[in-house]
C-alpha cells in the first residue's frame, strides 16, 4: 500500500504562484513514475504534469506549458509542483499520483495510475 499526501494548496490571485508539495511512502519510490492531475467543480479529472522516475522525462498538458513546472527528489520521496502565473481556470482539487510501473496506457492517462492522494484545493482568484 502506497500512501500519498499533498500539501501547499491555497488561496492565490490570479498571477501568482503557489508550489504544491507530494510526499510518498512508498520504499522504492525512485523506481516510480509519479503525476499530478486536478479536477474542477462539474468537470472530469484531467492530466496536469507527470515526471519519470529518473527525471529525464517530463510530461505538462498543454494548458499549463510554460507555467507549471514538475520536480521530484527521490531522496526525500517527494514529487512538486511549481505553479507560476496562475489562471482562475486553474482552481481545482489537484491530486498527485503513482503509476503503475508496467502498462501501455500512456503516462497522461488517468487509468495509468493506481495510487492517489487526498488532494489539495487550489483556488485562483480573478
Known amino acids: 500500500q502506497v500512501q500519498l499526501v499533498e500539501s501547499g494548496g491555497g488561496l492565490v490571485q490570479a498571477g501568482g504562484s503557489l508550489r504544491l508539495s507530494c510526499a510518498s511512502s512508498?520504499?522504492?519510490?525512485?523506481?516510480?513514475?509519479m503525476g499530478w492531475f486536478r479536477q474542477a467543480p462539474g468537470k472530469e479529472r484531467e492530466f496536469v504534469a507527470a515526471?519519470?522516475?529518473?527525471?529525464?522525462?517530463?510530461y505538462y498538458a498543454d494548458s499549463v506549458k510554460g507555467r507549471f513546472t514538475i520536480s521530484r527528489d527521490n531522496a526525500k520521496n517527494t514529487v512538486d509542483l511549481q505553479m507560476n502565473s496562475l489562471k482562475p481556470e486553474d482552481t481545482a482539487v489537484y491530486y498527485c499520483a503513482r503509476a503503475r510501473p508496467l502498462g501501455v496506457v500512456s503516462i497522461t492517462e488517468s487509468a495509468r495510475y493506481d495510487y492517489w492522494g487526498q488532494g489539495t484545493q487550489v483556488t485562483v482568484s480573478s
Open positions: 515526471i519519470s522516475w529518473s527525471t529525464d522525462s517530463t
Open positions: 512508498e520504499r522504492t519510490f525512485h523506481t516510480s513514475h
